[in-house]
């Protein structure tokens, strides 16, 4: 416990913009965080607390915090140096209506992402930023941003892509200095958010597409002759039967072949590089595959596949593993 206070000293203390009452009150209140065992709220700090009452904590926590500075200095301590950045929804359940925030959020949290509840629930929703250490197989959670109701999001005349895009934007700085790639779902699939992402930051998108994506083979054969515009696409792509020509196999095991090409979205209107994976079942025959994307031409099939799915287990194929493949 010692050495946990005495670390989160030295980080808070590195970080520029609070005063001497907020540090004092960060480094006692992150304590308590660690030794209160029960539900923590500022009646429970108060009754563990000879320092502070209900009322300084409250008025102690309306003050702004620099949360994304102090995670960060913890990251560079702890961290391996090799980062991917990920971004997801989180969903609070909530049955009351005056918190503020509130409202049925179709996208939001385990139930929904795994089919068990195809609808939209009514609660709280929590966009997470964190950055994924592809070296220690682990995450750094970053910063939090709930996402506003409805009402809140008319009046500022902006939707839900717009929201989630500003949330990462908001901290671009921080997370250019960590890593290129952001790391997203199949849900942010969505052209206005990912060029949002492009035009106003460094970072490029990882991301899943649907099975029935609408993408097109870029045309690599001779120019025609006579007038009118070049050929540009060479037909659209079956994913069930993909063409062998526009494929080039990246990695295979007993598991999954990775497939690697660049090919054009439709629906995103861009080339992309894309990480086909077809997964084997015990008889090493195809029984399903997913599709991984990238906005970087240059980024391996390979480690697009392995820089998505660390959003799930950063285990897996080791980075030393897959550069053998690159």
């Given at each position: 416990m010692f050495d946990k206070l005495t670390s989160i000293k030295a980080i808070i203390g590195k970080v520029k913009g609070h005063t001497k009452s907020q540090n004092d009150f960060l480094n006692y209140i992150l304590g308590m965080f660690l030794s209160i065992r029960t539900r923590i709220n500022f009646l429970q700090f108060a009754r563990h607390s000879d320092e502070y009452n209900e009322k300084s904590c409250r008025l102690q926590f309306e003050q702004y915090v620099d949360f994304v500075a102090i995670n960060s200095e913890y990251i560079k301590q702890k961290g391996s140096g090799r980062y991917v950045i990920a971004y997801d929804l989180s969903y609070?359940?909530?049955?009351?209506?005056?918190?503020?925030?509130?409202?049925?959020?179709?996208?939001?949290?385990?139930?929904?992402?795994s089919g068990c509840a195809q609808k939209a629930l009514w609660g709280l929703e929590i966009g997470l930023v964190s950055v994924i250490d592809i070296g220690n197989h682990t995450a750094f959670h970053l910063d939090a941003i709930q996402t506003p109701d409805s009402q809140e999001r008319?009046?500022?005349?902006?939707?839900?892509?717009?929201?989630?895009?500003?949330?990462?934007?908001?901290?671009?700085?921080?997370l250019e200095k960590f890593s290129n790639y952001l790391s997203v779902d199949a849900y942010f699939a969505k052209k206005d958010f990912i060029d949002c992402i492009l035009k106003q930051s460094k970072l490029e998108v990882i991301t899943r597409l649907r099975c029935d994506a609408n993408c097109k083979y870029l045309y690599n054969g001779p120019a025609r002759k006579g007038r009118g515009a070049p050929k540009k696409y060479d037909g659209k792509v079956d994913w069930n039967?993909?063409?062998?020509?526009?494929?080039?196999?990246?990695?295979?095991?007993?598991?999954?072949?990775?497939?690697?090409?660049?090919?054009?979205?439709?629906?995103?209107k861009r080339k992309i590089r894309v990480a086909f994976c077809q997964y084997l079942n015990l008889q090493f025959e195809v029984s399903s595959y997913k599709i991984y994307t990238c906005t970087d031409l240059k980024l391996p099939a390979l480690?697009?596949?392995?820089?998505?799915?660390?959003?799930?287990?950063?285990?897996?194929?080791?980075?030393?593993?897959?550069?053998?493949?690159?």
């Open positions: 609070l359940k909530k049955s009351g209506k005056s918190t503020a925030g509130t409202g049925k959020y179709c996208g939001a949290g385990p139930p929904v992402r008319k009046s500022k005349d902006i939707d839900l892509p717009d929201h989630y895009a500003q949330s990462i934007l908001y901290s671009k700085d921080t039967q993909p063409d062998p020509q526009y494929f080039k196999l990246a990695y295979q095991d007993e598991y999954v072949k990775i497939y690697d090409s660049i090919l054009y979205c439709v629906f995103l480690l697009i596949q392995q820089y998505y799915k660390a959003r799930f287990h950063p285990r897996g194929i080791s980075m030393i593993q897959a550069s053998e493949y690159v």
